[in-house]
């Protein structure tokens, strides 16, 4: 992102933008039943990686590869193994700083995991198993990568709406107060505009496109509320955990 | 894939269902600029991969991953760097092997990879550079992957016409004439009726999709221009020599 480009309208373009990403993200993954022995700790025995089920060694070997290629450099990505991942070997990119150094303290990648493998999976893939284990893992670091970039996107959200009005922020920040913060990053009708958008994306992206102009109604490759459903109870409420945290960080 | 379901209906259906992921993945990659230094091979150095380029490396590691993971197991699976190859250390599935023996030697991911790399790209993306190299990488493989798994479905394919009409093929193979398998093999209105959808699939999932149902013409994420192309000049007839090298060998 270049500096003249970061503006409350470039902000929200990217936040339309990833809805695209992440519901293509969860179209892709429903192409695979749960395929359960990949999230399972005693399903596989990788040399050096005891404990860790397929999608964890995958995730973690991903990170690493993409580590040594750059990839966290830029501060829109977060690694979800964040502990000892290699230095990049590209040539570094100057990237421009428009956050506060504090946010490089903020991940919440670990609560991101728990809700996707936990919550969200068993709500939109089917029960099974194909074998396609390592496609399926393959899918599962897309949504997860998409995901934690869209909610942790709210340090970018926190931080320009921080300098459109700073005067409202400083307060709340300097006593602390997290209930009055996110008071004042709530408007639900914008909420309630996002929710019937995604919900919308997941129509549109999710339809079989035939060319007989019959629409495939009420027929979706992922059911169009459970993504309606994801935002309102978990992408809009991390987003707004990640701009609380930021804020309380931005004075320091 | 369970024998039950390898039908002429469920090659097709999976044909059709592949589209939405080819057409997904391009416009993710749009997403980036083309990302040059990442082709180059003297951009970057990496112990071990002198001669590759950021994207060669990268996709050279992930398949040893996915290799590992199982991903090459699976019959509709094919590496772009197949050799060396580390086996799976997960427990084998039982994929149905619905294909003559003789598909294990076929793979033209040479030809895909030129292709995708050197004709297709600059087609689709800006130009320029925004230094998400990693992320550029592992968007070309999510391309590469699902052009090539396309391009090889045409063994099942093969498999499912010469299964339905074996005495229409056998001459043909056994005088291995691959202008005449080529011509059993073509139906011109059902190609035109692939690249109309491809075409059509392109704009219903590269739109703006907006709450005001207006619509966004004539403003793509991806060129739908380029996905018919794409169709017709490399998806379509590469499949059919994927098919000709498999029939040649169907009788062997």
Redesign the interface.
Known sequence: MKKAEFTLDSVRDSLI?QE??IV?CL??RA?YPLNSPAYNQS????PGFSGSS?VE??VK??ET??A????Y??PE?HAFFPDNLPRS???S???SQVLHTAANSININKMIWDMYCNQLLPLFVAEG???????T??SDI?CLQALSRRIHYGKFVAEVKFRDAPRDYEPAIRAKDKDALMKLLTFEKVEE?VR??VE??AM??G?E???DNVNSKGKY?VDPSVVSRLYVEWVMPLTKLVQVEYLLRRLD
């Open positions: 933008r695209d990403t293509f179209i892709e192409k399903y596989v025995s990788i397929l060694y995958i070997q991903t590869l993409q040594t290629a750059g990839r450099e830029n990505e070997l590209v040539p990119y100057n990237y198993e194909d074998g396609n284990y390592a496609s893992a393959a897309d505009t019937r958008r919308k994306k549109v992206f339809q496109v035939n060319l490759k």
